[in-house]
């Protein structure tokens, strides 16, 4: 196991324990280890078993593969200027999901008063859910129409054709989740 490997062990180990509130004693009592040997996957110091990897990470109740993983980021700040933001006609969308997450897209959408955008079918078998923060939504999909107040979802077919309008005088937020066909 290489040094760098073995770090990224102990760092896993010793986060996933603290993060269950575990001491170094609890720990290696649920795996069935000795303490020693608890202490040691945490130093990054421990060359291990596959039984005693095992035994750790069902301790701590995750994947052999979550023990060995380079962790991301425990968090990241996405500054509102790198915040991508799509104008589409006079309509501002905005991608609430900076990273990629496989078969989901969440915007947030503004609509001055009085405007509508069309909206861009997506691949057959998505399904997209419509919710209403502030004003009202109409929408328009499947040849029906629906209006939406504050606090409203609907969900619907986002492979078909459809729209979005604000019928009000004021500005309209709604926020759009799409679930792509897998």
Not at 17 to 26: I, K
Not at 33 to 39: F, L
Not at 59 to 74: G, I, K, N, S
Not at 80 to 104: E, F, H, N, T, Y
């Amino acid at each position: 196991m290489s040094a760098d490997l073995k770090a990224t062990l102990g760092k896993n180990v010793r986060q996933l324990r603290e993060a269950r509130g575990f001491t170094q004693e609890q720990a290696a009592k649920v795996a069935g280890v000795p303490r020693a040997t608890w202490s040691h996957l945490e130093s990054g110091e421990a060359n291990p078993t596959l039984t005693v990897l095992m035994a750790a990470a069902s301790a701590l109740a995750v994947t052999m593969e979550e023990l060995v993983v380079v962790p991301r980021a425990e968090c990241v700040l996405y500054p509102a200027a790198l915040v991508k933001v799509q104008q589409r006609g006079q309509a501002s969308i905005r991608k609430l999901l900076p990273d990629p997450i496989a078969g989901m897209e969440i915007d947030r959408f503004e609509l001055p008063a009085n405007v509508r955008m069309v909206g861009v079918p997506h691949t057959p078998g998505t399904r997209e859910y419509l919710t209403c923060e502030r004003g009202q939504i109409t929408l328009v999909a499947a040849g029906e129409t629906y209006t939406l107040s504050p606090g409203d979802v609907i969900a619907f077919r986002g492979d078909q054709r459809h729209s979005y309008a604000n019928p009000g005088k004021t500005a309209a937020i709604a926020y759009s989740v799409v679930a792509l066909a897998r």
